[in-house]
């Protein structure tokens, strides 16, 4: 009798962990009520493509119901990235590399001809073979920030609390982006977490190997990234829940009329806080284009702004930009400019030039010399302008809603430029 009580208990026990144990790239019910989804379905290569790319062509493949790397990437070339952007978001992975392998999870990436790799904006999960990476590369070590768990380059995690399986097997990582909280996790454990865009963020960021990449992490969202580092890896149970974003509530101002807290310059220009709290911007010697511009990126907003044209007034209000080689920005302007130059009209740095100039009608609106109210909103595809309390353009655009960057201020090559700004009051949608 006991041995077959013995008998019926492995047997349940048996049956237990056969209907525990969930198939590979699959979604439970209770997951499925929560929001998962998964970033690859076990069969072929749906929802990937190149980066910076339409399709699929460098040679990742499905090889039993695992995303395969072929291992002939290096640091320009290799990287797969989703179909889609996500900003807030879980995502939970199993990897395993081959002895030695380097890879990478790398998310918030920004595409377009101005980016070549995807890590010079986009944070990345680090993934690799620390002990195997020393043995194949020795006398060469790794480096703190290279090494396995890391926020590449910037945030370490606690590896005395790291529980790591050898080499050759599965791992499963977890990366929580909650509007600006970051988490780390591998096999179940937290390994590190931190605040994106503090100023102890930017502290790491403006001083390490970041430092010559301007637009390293601003993004808010993103497609998300896989990386062959020239070693074969493997990933398969990709899967994502998104978190809703939580806009802040309050109106922020955008500058403290002290000084440039919050404010970074490109290019050539003079810039300083005058004795009545006002941010003044004028030519450099040089006289060549300069942008004062927002440390931080924003995407959907109702920015209002006052600004006074003390003299040749031609400067802009830039929105959804980024910066590239000295002095190069690329985005879209509400222009601010002298009388009869289509002040708070709409201007596009990609190549399109002018999406939409102010009526003929409307020029004496601005005022010479005064103080003027500038009201900037954008939200998704959709950009409206206002200067001393009249609307000036209304417009869509697709582009709109697909991109995101910074605010920046310009002033234009020439001479004799000198804008007054004050109050800039930004409330985020």
Known sequence: MKKTIKFLCVAVLALGVCSCAQKPNTL???EQAQGWELLFNGVDMTGWRDFNGTELTNGWKVVDGCIQAPGDGSDGSGYIVTDRKFADFELVWDWKLTHGGNS???YHVQEGPKFSVPYVTGPEYQLIDNDGWEEVNAPAKLQPWQRLGVDYAMHLPDEANMPVN?????NTSKIVFDNGHVEHWINGVKILEFQAWTDDWFEKKNSGKWADAPEYGLAHEGVICLQDHGDPASFRNIKIRELPHKPAAEVKSLFN???LEGWELFGCMNMYVDAEGNLVTENGKEQEYGYLGTR???KDFDLSVQFKQVSNGNSGLFFHSFV???????GWQCEVAPQGCDTAGIYESYGRGWLVQIPDEKETILKPGEWNDLRLRVEGDHVQTWLNGEPMIDINDECFAKSTGRIMLQVHDGCDIVVLWRNFMLQEL
């Open 296 to 298: 931080e990126y924003y």
């Open 324 to 330: 590239t080689d000295y002095n190069i920005v690329n």
């Open 28 to 30: 439970s019910k209770a």
């Open 104 to 106: 990478g999870m790398i």
């Open 257 to 259: 009329g002290k000084d």
């Open 166 to 170: 050898p080499q050759g097997q599965w």
